[in-house]
Nanobody, 121 residues
């Protein structure tokens, strides 16, 4: 069993910052790519950013220059630093991770339950 638990969401004013965390626990041998998706009200879930085990990152155009993803491999945790937040960033943010439970390179994709970020004055 693997669990991803997000934290750090909340209400913030436009221009403000938040830092999300996501900790993976359970039957984990290795974690490959980790990332964040978001789903705004009435919209489909979309990719925000990903980070590989080696630290290579990828960002959606909408968040480039404002959001930064990082990870602590020793803690099986991924972070999302969000700066210059705007109302259009309001969404439920979901953590995802590619995790293998054994030494075999067979990865399952796991999701957290999400954390709500609301940007409003």
């Amino acid at each position: 069993q693997v669990q991803l638990v997000e934290s750090g969401g909340g209400l913030v004013q436009p221009g403000g910052s938040l830092r999300l965390s996501c900790a993976a626990s359970g039957s984990i041998f290795r974690i490959n790519t980790m990332g964040w998706y978001r789903q705004a009200p009435g919209k489909e879930r979309e990719l925000v950013t990903t980070i590989t085990s080696g630290g290579s990152t990828n960002y959606a155009n909408a968040v480039k220059g404002r959001f930064t993803i990082s990870r602590d491999n020793a803690k099986n945790t991924v972070y999302l630093q969000m700066n210059s937040l705007q109302p259009e960033d309001t969404a439920v943010y979901y953590c995802t991770a590619h995790i293998s439970a054994t030494a075999r390179p067979v990865y399952g994709i796991y999701w957290g339950k999400g954390t709500l970020v609301t940007v409003s004055s």
